[in-house]
């Protein structure tokens, strides 16, 4: 093996890690080296925040009489690096798309497929750096000298990494096997990325929701212990005892085992794998359905334009993770019942449901970004004799129904374990719908005027206009507004003002508002492709 030639191919593949950090970055102007500079900079930029946030908490917990604590924090991080080992794998081996301009060149198959997982590991241990410290108090507080307790650490922590990397990748490379799979690639990417995220997310928010749940039994409040991380305690706890030694050779033995599969299961066939995808995709034609009005196939032609993996990824994300986090908050920090609440409350569901879809609905979202999925689609689309205003209306509803359902979805599964009455529920999911369908045309309108029919990556097209700080200030700045709005409208209600004045003196001006913005996009948008 030769060296230098794996240090350039791990360069080389961390630009696929991470597309949208990577064009965000070249945007910048930054070339060449100073790309795999940055990139790498950042990834130990991360890894140093996470260990000063976690770090600092943790040093106040003696770990050597919790292990409830200790499971508690190897599960989050396990759920993190899960994640972050699920993306990073599709990226560098699906997304990448440059094994074949490595046959003619004088590489090895071995140098070109230990880059590639070197370049995966280094972007997944900034995540896991945490776990060091957590290994070395538990067994430093144990009893055990520095020299020991750093030396221990160090191991479980190589062993720990190795078992995640080792599982995630017989997971990915284990599912790309089945036909199944070569058949419906992009739906396949974009599930098993939206999987990793839910249950990255899904997988925190179980685990505080065991915040409350404590054993007292030890003398000193303690979380109950996830038993599948307590053969780690063990080894830190008693490293030098049978009880600590014996798990250790387990996951020595487990290491091993999982290394051996994917040595002899995985990746002699690897190269052959992703050759053959390539000739499976050239082969592979679309079923069209014969006797189908020009609406039905242009809907059919939108709904494929969406079946791009990062895009499914980032709006799902975007979507979902601060509504979730947002409901975990309030049930597991401040339990609030609102089963009892009056009618008097509707206007101010109908309000959240607004300001909801607001949180949901960004320069992210599916209908912010369908006219430049055309890509050149949509020159060819023009020279038509086809009115551009009709098609675009298609499109847009298109985009608006999707995100409806996803808003509306998500809106209608919170409202229900909030135990919200019948009656403001539909109010909270009518508010919901309104303004996802307000900002639709908004961000549509939006894309049709930032345009971009050039894009290579899709990432390029959530960072027009504003960039990723706007989409930040976006989500934050709705929050912050909108709860104060809330905030506002319930002291209102709360004061016994008259509910039928104040909730219809709301209503006419959200009507009004609402009138004022259809009118001004009817008339700067709609009308202007008229003529």
Avoid at 424 to 452: C, E, H, K, P, Q
Wanted: hydrophobic share 55%.
């Amino acid at each position: 093996m030769n060296s230098g030639i794996i240090k350039r191919l791990i360069a080389v593949n961390m630009l696929y890690v991470n597309p949208s950090s990577t064009n965000q970055i070249r945007k910048k102007g930054r070339k060449g080296k100073q790309v795999i500079r940055s990139i790498i900079q950042q990834y130990l930029l991360s890894g140093v925040i996470f260990l000063a946030i976690y770090g600092a908490t943790m040093v106040l917990i003696d770990f050597a009489r919790l292990p409830g604590f200790f499971t508690y924090y190897m599960a989050l991080f396990a759920l993190i690096g899960f994640s972050q080992s699920l993306s990073a794998i599709f990226n560098v081996f699906f997304e990448s798309k440059d094994l074949q301009d490595y046959l003619p060149l004088p590489i090895k198959q071995g140098e070109v497929f230990i880059a590639k997982f070197l370049a995966v590991g280094m972007t997944i241990v900034p995540f896991l750096l945490p776990l060091l410290i957590l290994f070395f108090l538990t067994a430093f507080k144990s009893g055990y000298s520095i020299v020991l307790a750093v030396v221990g650490a160090i191991l479980l922590f190589l062993i720990f990494f190795i078992l995640l990397f080792s599982l995630c990748s017989l997971i990915v490379f284990g599912m790309t096997k089945t036909k199944l799979f070569r058949r419906h690639k992009k739906l396949f990417t974009s599930l098993m990325l939206g999987f990793s995220m839910l249950v990255s997310v899904g997988g925190i928010l179980a685990i505080n929701f065991t915040q409350n749940s404590l054993d007292h039994s030890a003398g000193v409040p303690d979380r109950h212990p996830f038993a599948i991380f307590m053969p780690f305690y063990h080894v830190m706890h008693e490293l030098l005892s049978v009880k600590g030694l014996l798990p250790l050779a387990g996951l020595l033995v487990l290491t091993g085992l999982l290394l051996l599969a994917l040595r002899f299961f995985v990746v002699p066939s690897l190269y052959e794998q992703f050759s053959d995808e390539g000739s499976h995709t050239v082969a592979t034609k679309r079923k069209r359905k014969s006797n189908q009005s020009l609406k039905k196939q242009l809907a059919s032609y939108n709904y494929q334009l969406l079946k791009n993996p990062n895009l499914i990824m980032q709006v799902l994300t975007s979507s979902l993770i601060m509504p979730i986090v947002m409901v975990g908050t309030m049930i597991t920090t401040s339990p609030v019942s609102l089963s009892t609440l009056g009618l008097k409350f509707m206007g101010v569901f109908f309000v959240c449901g607004i300001v909801f879809a607001c949180i949901t609905l960004n320069q992210t979202s599916f209908v912010s970004n369908l006219i430049s999925l055309d890509r050149e689609n949509f020159s060819f689309i023009q020279s038509l004799p086809l009115s551009l205003d009709k098609y675009l209306r298609q499109k847009f509803w298109v985009g608006c129904k999707l995100q409806m359902c996803i808003s509306g979805g998500v809106g209608i599964i919170m409202a229900i374990v909030l135990k919200l009455p019948i009656f403001l529920l539909l109010a909270f999911v009518v508010g919901i719908l309104w303004g996802t369908y307000l900002l639709s045309l908004y961000f549509f309108s939006r894309d049709y005027r930032l345009l971009n029919l050039t894009w290579t990556n899709v990432s390029q097209l959530f960072t027009r206009g504003v960039g990723n700080y706007g989409l930040m200030l976006w989500m934050f700045g709705t929050i912050f507004v909108g709860a104060i709005l809330i905030a506002l409208y319930v002291v209102g209600v709360l004061m016994n003002f008259n509910p039928l004045l104040l909730n219809g003196g709301v209503m006419i001006w959200l009507a009004i508002l609402s009138g004022a913005w259809l009118w001004i996009n009817h008339s700067n948008f709609w009308k202007k492709l008229r003529s």
